[in-house]
């Protein structure tokens, strides 16, 4: 017997734009995402007919990986229960955003983009079909332009469930803020930049003061529970000198968490062979710094990709601002990477 799975196969649920799946993962050439319900929007759902579809793939799986699954990250030796129940949420369906950031890939428009999905969780907790104990992860789009999302949120979190919100902070939640106090809540916000006219370049909207703010109340309400992440973006905001802005402000506001990435269409543009050293380097300076100030750092998945082969040793120029960039202004191979030298 295979017994390979994962808590989502058996117990998660991910609404999509225009479908419903066991999760919100997709990898291998577009594999993943197994669905469950398609062109949905946001009708009465038969959770009879959802947990015997989850049978179905179950029983398939502990013979041989399902053709979705095969090589998902999430795939350990887990133990199926056979309890017909949903503890862990995705909520992808809400692709309507307030702010335009310019690595997004998003689109508004061309169907259904923000269905009301408070009364299907409201069904599945009345019919005995939810289980706490479980997260909820909130995103989009906007979570928080999500319709009836104070209300979900609060239903959620009131049954047992603790919540993962990625938002851009432009709109506060006050629902939100108590579940951070309440130690169920996490905020996971990109800022991307340490000033106000780089945010403007990147996220196209005037407000970066409300968003600081905005992060200041809810690193107010919990610390430890609050991430605030830094996308690398070619020509942008890949400097020292934003990443040293960056630090100042996060540490100012309290933050003890931040992540870093790199924008999703260099990821993929280019091999680890062709990755500038200068990437490398911004990497060792950011955990320097994070390091100085006792903030922890989270690499997420994009960045991973392309450090995972990393032949580059760490440099000492991280050390000396002078050198590293005599270093950027010396290199000599600028043709394959010719958005580092806007």
Known sequence: MNEKGC?????????ELDKVCDCCISHNDGRGMPVLLENYNGEPIDWENIFNIKAQRISAQKEKTIYDCENCYRLTNYQFTGVRKISDFHFSHCRLCNVKCIYCSDIQGGGPINYDVYPVISDLIEKGYYQAGGEATLQGGEPTLMKNFDALVDLLTKNGTNIRVHTNALKYSETVENALKKNMGLVVTSLDCGCSSTFFKIKQVDAFDIVCSNIGKYVSASSKNVIVKYILIPGYN????????????????????????????YARKYNNKDVSPHIFLLVDYFNLKASKLNIDVQIYSFLLYVLRNRTIKKSNLIYFKFLYNIYLNKQKDKSKNLEYFR
């Open 7 to 15: 808590i989502f196969l058996e117990k998660g649920i991910d609404f």
């Open 238 to 265: 890949d400097n020292i000198k934003e990443i040293d802005l960056f630090f100042k402000l996060i540490n100012n506001l309290g933050v003890k968490n931040t992540a870093l990435d790199i924008d999703v269409v």
